[in-house]
């Protein structure tokens, strides 16, 4: 037999660890996110400076999560998913980007729907005038 997900709704935030460049004087990662459920990446047999094969990036950047199914190390750009009973879970970009779509409705179509919305009221009421002036006066 062959199964479809259901369309459900989840959460999700995209995870940057939030880092001071001493050197560069500025934070790196493009949006640095405080998140609670991520921590801090701490294995005292790797090194900090060890690239990760995932992201190929340095082990320092990346960040710790306990989940129901065990600690995943969480690499920059991975997003924190909340599931439907509230597990959180990391969840790689490229999965992320293939199985979820945005909700968020872009502003151009919320001022178009307002527009339209306008629009058709105006027309109702203009009909409404021009009818009940047929009715009356002929
Ligand atoms: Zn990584």
């Not at 997900?5 to 935030?13: L, N, R, S």
């Not at 050197?23 to 294995?43: C, K, M, Q, W």
């Not at 409705?105 to 306008?118: D, F, K, S």
Request: with cysteine.
């Amino acid at each position: 037999m062959k199964f479809r997900k259901k369309p459900i709704v989840i959460d999700a935030e995209q995870w940057f660890k939030v880092t001071y460049d001493s050197e560069a004087g500025n934070s790196i990662g493009e949006v640095p996110i405080y998140h609670l459920d991520v921590g801090y990446y701490r294995t005292p047999d790797l090194d900090g400076k060890v690239i990760c094969a995932h992201c190929s990036k340095t082990m320092s950047y990346h960040g710790w999560m306990n989940t129901l199914e065990g600690g995943h190390i969480v690499c920059p750009g991975d997003w924190i998913i909340t599931g439907i009973k509230g597990e959180k879970y990391p969840c790689k970009p490229d999965i992320f980007e293939k199985t979820y779509l945005d909700m968020q409705l872009p502003i151009g179509y919320i001022i178009l729907a307002i527009v339209a919305n306008l629009i058709f009221w105006l027309g109702l009421i203009a009909g409404g005038i021009w009818l009940v002036k047929k009715i009356w006066f002929g």
